[in-house]
């Protein structure tokens, strides 16, 4: 189960890029998983945290949040995953999310109280990387060698600290996020 916060905090993800793109072309999934992706290598270079706890993955087309990835196939109507996450948390956090002609759109704005100003920042530079991408540039610009790695592994889980040097933080930044990670599931 997704801790409460942090289902709100995807829930505000989501929402927020969605809402940014609303009835664009842009607003496929392909677009919404690559802007939440280069959110979260953006988040941890510049603030050395994670934007949230959503672990990356390496699916065929290129990395992907997890928990993202399956809220929109959920709001797609995806049977597997609705059945996987009927009881996570998930469900709420794709509820407000509407799906038609590979297009999503929200049913609602996202609640700013769970976003602060540095996840904003990142939001706002990786939708604007990504909303003039291509789907074979998305492709292309994805996949480096932290993905290659990834891919051939049975979880398919992208290392934060991979993720973050390829985006062009230095080994202080490295060491510093590690340490902090470390905390953080010393105390989760």
Same mark, same amino acid.
């Given at each position: *189960?997704? /801790?409460?916060?942090? #289902?709100?905090?995807?829930?505000?993800? $989501?929402?927020? &890029? &969605? @809402? !940014?793109?609303? !009835?664009?072309?842009?607003?496929?999934?392909?677009?919404?998983?690559?802007?939440? +992706?280069?959110?979260?290598? +953006?988040?941890?270079?510049?603030? *050395?945290?994670? $934007?949230?706890? /959503? @672990? #990356?993955?390496? $699916?065929?087309? !290129?990395?992907?949040?997890?928990? &993202?990835? /399956?809220a929109l196939k959920i709001a797609r109507g995806d049977a597997r995953a609705i059945a996987f996450h009927e009881k996570d948390g998930l469900m709420e956090v794709a509820a407000p999310i509407a799906f038609s002609d590979e297009i999503f759109s929200t049913k609602e704005l996202p609640d700013m109280d769970y976003l602060s100003r540095s996840q904003v920042d990142c939001l706002d530079s990786a939708m604007h990387k990504v909303g003039g991408m291509t789907f074979d540039e998305l492709v292309n610009n994805t996949h480096q060698s932290e993905w290659k790695r990834a891919i051939d592994t049975p979880s398919k889980r992208m290392s934060f600290l991979a993720i973050a040097r390829e985006g062009g933080a230095d080994e202080s930044t490295i060491d510093y996020i590690k340490q902090s990670l470390e905390l953080d599931h010393i105390f989760a």
């Open positions: *189960m997704i /801790d409460r916060n942090e #289902i709100s905090t995807l829930k505000a993800v $989501l929402l927020y &890029i &969605i @809402n !940014g793109w609303n !009835g664009t072309q842009k607003c496929d999934v392909y677009h919404i998983v690559k802007a939440a +992706f280069y959110a979260q290598e +953006f988040h941890l270079v510049r603030y *050395m945290r994670p $934007l949230c706890k /959503d @672990n #990356i993955v390496a $699916l065929p087309y !290129g990395p992907a949040p997890s928990a &993202i990835y /399956d």
